[in-house]
């Protein structure tokens, strides 16, 4: 690893440590104990769709849902970052976060048992991403990353993940393509960049700012034809688990089984549960558990190489 890499990396973990300091403070103090029923909920999600208008109708839906259902009005409360969604959680500001793996690794490594799952979609316990390229590469389908690898080798690209902290967009990506060539992107591509978002990954590789990137299925699947085949698919990954809907403790096992029932019982029966699952590309929200997710947070503790 060089000593970019390796000071990148410690920046990040010590920038964790301190949020994860102050969380643990916060948590630790007796407005952190079970509360009576509150007034209102705050639900938060990181926003890896890069139209916040879109997050902010869409959430909506989810929040009103979600409070008819267990009578206390529910609010969505968008932020700028992953890392902001997780802090928000953590300190009590938001009550309930949509998180990918890696967000909500970050959680429980802030929160301990103070986080709870409450639930994921049906296709977050074998989730994939794509890696995509703009045909002007001349790539198509690639049998492997080494491939991937080999045919980038010279030619002067440039490829670009979403968010850093995001689990289909970065890291899961970069895993994959470091366990299957030894190197990480940056030794086989000009630069690596982080876009933020999975729709402006796919945009930035269509209109050729960059010649190659990574993002979740979901986001590809949901672009128009056009940008599809602006920047189209070359590899598949293998499959992972990813989302999960994830509340705090603190509201008390009756609330949280209201909650959980609320949302594993959304169908597509209604305008507003066709509305969610259609936005959140789901059949259903199914069962899970906080166990599914501590491969994660035991990857983040080995000091994985997330890039410089």
Same mark, same amino acid.
């Given at each position: ?19 994860a ?9 007796p407005h952190?104990q079970?509360?009576p029923?509150?007034a209102?909920?705050i639900?938060t999600a ?19 849902h ?9 609010e969505y409360?968008?932020?700028e ?12 500001r938001?009550?309930i976060?949509?998180l990918g793996?890696?967000t909500?690794?970050q959680a429980?490594?802030m929160?301990?048992e103070?986080l ?6 049906? @296709?977050?316990k074998?989730?994939v991403s794509?890696?995509? %390229?703009?045909? #002007? ?5 690639? *049998?492997s990353l !080494?491939e991937l690898?080999?045919s ?5 690209w440039?490829?670009t ?14 895993k994959?393509f470091?366990d ?5 992107p940056e030794?086989v ?15 930035m590789?269509a209109d050729g700012?960059?010649q ?10 949901k672009?128009s034809?056009e940008l599809k085949?602006?920047?189209?698919i @070359?590899?598949?990954?293998?499959p992972?688990?990813n989302? %999960?809907?994830? #509340?705090?403790?603190?509201?008390g096992p *009756?609330?949280l !089984? ?7 019982g959304?169908?597509d029966g209604t305008e507003?549960?066709?509305r969610?699952?259609?936005y959140?590309k789901?059949?259903?929200f199914i ?9 994660y947070?035991e990857l983040?503790?080995s ?5 410089g």
């Amino acid at each position: 690893m060089s000593l970019l890499k390796s000071a990148a990396r410690r920046g990040f973990l010590m920038s964790f440590a301190v949020l994860a300091a102050t969380a643990s403070f916060i948590l630790a103090t007796p407005h952190a104990q079970a509360q009576p029923r509150p007034a209102k909920l705050i639900i938060t999600a990181i926003p890896d769709d890069g139209d916040a208008d879109r997050m902010r109708e869409n959430f909506g839906a989810l929040a009103r849902h979600l409070g008819d259902a267990v009578g206390i009005p529910v609010e969505y409360m968008h932020v700028e970052n992953y890392a902001a969604s997780v802090t928000a959680l953590a300190t009590g500001r938001a009550h309930i976060a949509w998180l990918g793996a890696v967000t909500t690794a970050q959680a429980r490594m802030m929160m301990g048992e103070q986080l709870v799952v409450l639930g994921c979609r049906d @296709i977050d316990k074998g989730f994939v991403s794509y890696f995509i %390229a703009n045909p #002007a590469t001349g790539l198509t389908q690639v *049998d492997s990353l !080494a491939e991937l690898a080999g045919s980038a080798e010279g030619k002067g690209w440039s490829f670009t993940f979403g968010s850093k902290s995001s689990t289909s967009g970065h890291m899961m990506p970069r895993k994959f393509f470091q366990d299957e060539t030894g190197a990480g992107p940056e030794s086989v591509f000009r630069t690596v960049a982080y876009s933020g978002s999975h729709d402006v990954v796919m945009q930035m590789v269509a209109d050729g700012t960059h010649q190659v990137g990574a993002l979740n299925y979901a986001s590809w699947d949901k672009a128009s034809d056009e940008l599809k085949a602006r920047a189209p698919i @070359i590899y598949t990954t293998p499959p992972f688990t990813n989302y %999960a809907l994830t #509340a705090r403790a603190d509201l008390g096992p *009756d609330l949280l !089984a209201a909650l959980k029932a609320a949302l594993l019982g959304i169908d597509d029966g209604t305008e507003e549960g066709k509305r969610i699952l259609g936005y959140l590309k789901a059949g259903q929200f199914i069962d899970a558990d906080i166990a599914e997710w501590m491969g994660y947070v035991e990857l983040l503790e080995s000091g994985i190489d997330i890039g410089g």
